[in-house]
Each structure stands twice: as C-alpha cells, then as structure tokens.
C-alpha cells in the first residue's frame, strides 16, 4: 500500500531552508510544518528570521506563531505537535514539508524520543536562576560535579541543554542521557531527509549579511520591547541576549552586533556537525 511521504528539509541557520522548504510545498501544493525552536513564539519575530508575512500567506506553516514566550515548549511537546499536524495534513494531501535548524525536534520527529520524568519545578527555577546571575562556568562546574556523564558526552556549550540535564539529575537522580535508550520508533510514513549544505565562507558571509539586515530592520527595537522578558527560556537566544548585554551597559551596540554575528556562526557550525552525524 502507499504510504504518505514528509520531506524533512534541516540545514544551518542561513543556508536558505525557508525559500526551499516553500518551493518543495508549491510543487506539491501541500503545507510546512517548522522545526524551529523559536519562530513558535509569537512575540518574536525579526530575530528568529521567521518567513516573511507573503511567504506565510503562500503556504500554510505549522508552529510558527502558534506558542507565547510564557509557554512551557520542549521536544516532548514538539514532537506531539508536529505528529498531530502531519497527520492532519495527509488527510487531504500525500506528501507533508518539514522545514528546520532545531537538531533535537527533527529526530524526535523522525526516531521518537523517550520519556523523561517530570522534574521539580523549584529546582529548575533555582538552576535558571542562579545561570542568569553567574552565568554558564557555574553551569559547567554543577554538571561536572553532579553528572560526570553527560560531562563527558553531553553538550557543555549548551546552556538550555545544560540547565536541562542539571534539573533531570537533581529532580530524579539520574542522568538525563540514562533516559536515551537510542530506540527508534517505527512512523507509519515515509521520511525523505534532505540536508542543505554550502561552502562554509558562503554562509559566514550570508550569516553576517543577515545579522546586518536584522539591525536595518529594527530587531534593536523588537529587543527593547521584549527586554523585561529577558529572563525567560524563550529569550535565551542568540540575536536577542547580545541586545540585552547592551541594554544592560555591559557592552556597546557595535559589540553586541559583532557578538550576535559570532555566536550565530558559531551555532551554525554546531548545527552543521549535528546534521551531518543524522543524516548519515
């Protein structure tokens, strides 16, 4: 019997997954489902580089401003979501687009993911707490002392991974990656990946184009607006905390937009790594 399809369109940040995720939709006459672990949330915009108001209208995206800033959005709740909206669309089209940069939702998507147990939310609020104010070689230290494992294998870099696998083993006593069995589920569609790759300069040069084109268009401004919420999850991101180290006087606007350009290369870099180690 035929089986529906999802074409899952991952790559860097920059790479140009956007216009080619609606291309693939158009010539199918079918809609997207992002993978995007910040154009959900609807206060942000600019910075999070969500397709344009006319690209929105010429397909119709899922989780993309479907989620407030207050929600509470991780794989789990990601995975459920786009299972449910990839289900909807093969009610009435064969073939489904996903579109994303977020490594972790994709292979949930795609393999599943294992349960983790609720933890304490007293606890996760004192480990994002104390991040803020000492920043991530506090959390480095905890997670070196306290999980030797994910310390070893984990992403240490990672401050949301980090806060995520520190909370995991104070709430239940084991390590977050003891929760990873590597099990993959069977989905009852067929999965396409297709990973978007260009020469490494190409996409520096693109990365810094953007960041540029993101300050012309006001992503400053978007920035004042959002920095009283500047201590939630959803605005740990790059684009947006360099601003506010600005706005906070630790560092000038130049630096900051030099910073968001770094750091920007540099996760897409990671990303690039991720991508090539799951697709193969």
Same mark, same amino acid.
């Given at each position: ?55 929105? =209208? ?16 991780? %794989? ?11 289900? =909807? ?7 489904? %687009? ?183």
């Amino acid at each position: 019997m035929y089986r529906k399809t999802c074409i899952v369109i991952s790559g860097p940040t920059a790479v140009g997954k956007t216009d080619y995720g609606i291309e693939i939709a158009h010539k199918y006459t079918t809609h997207i489902i992002s993978a995007d672990s910040r154009q959900c949330y609807k206060e942000l915009n600019i910075g999070v580089a969500k397709p344009s108001p006319g690209q929105l =209208k010429s397909v119709q995206h899922y989780f993309i401003n479907s989620h407030s800033i207050y929600d509470d959005i991780n %794989v789990k709740v990601f995975e459920q979501y786009a299972l449910d909206a990839v289900n =909807k669309i093969f009610e009435t089209n064969d073939v489904a %687009v996903m579109v994303g940069g977020t490594g972790l939702y994709i292979k949930a998507f795609c393999d599943g993911i294992d349960d983790v147990p609720l933890v304490n939310e007293n606890i996760r609020d004192t480990i994002n707490g104390t991040y803020q104010k000492t920043g991530i070689e506090w959390l480095q230290n905890e997670i070196k002392k306290t999980d030797p494992l994910f310390f070893t294998s984990g992403e240490i870099h990672n401050p949301q991974r980090m806060m995520r696998a520190l909370e995991v083993k104070l709430s239940t006593g084991n390590s977050i990656l003891d929760f990873h069995s590597g099990k993959k589920v069977s989905r009852d569609f067929e999965i396409k990946k297709i990973n978007l790759e260009i020469p490494r300069n190409e996409l520096y040069e693109r990365i810094n184009n953007r960041v540029d084109s993101m300050m012309n268009a006001g992503l400053l401004k978007e920035a004042e607006k959002l920095f009283t919420h500047r201590r939630l999850n959803a605005l740990q991101t790059v684009g947006y905390k360099e601003l506010f180290d600005f706005m906070e006087g630790k560092v000038s606007l130049d630096k900051a937009i030099d910073d968001i350009k770094k750091n920007t290369r540099h996760f897409a870099k990671r990303q690039i790594t991720w991508f090539k180690k799951f697709i193969d």
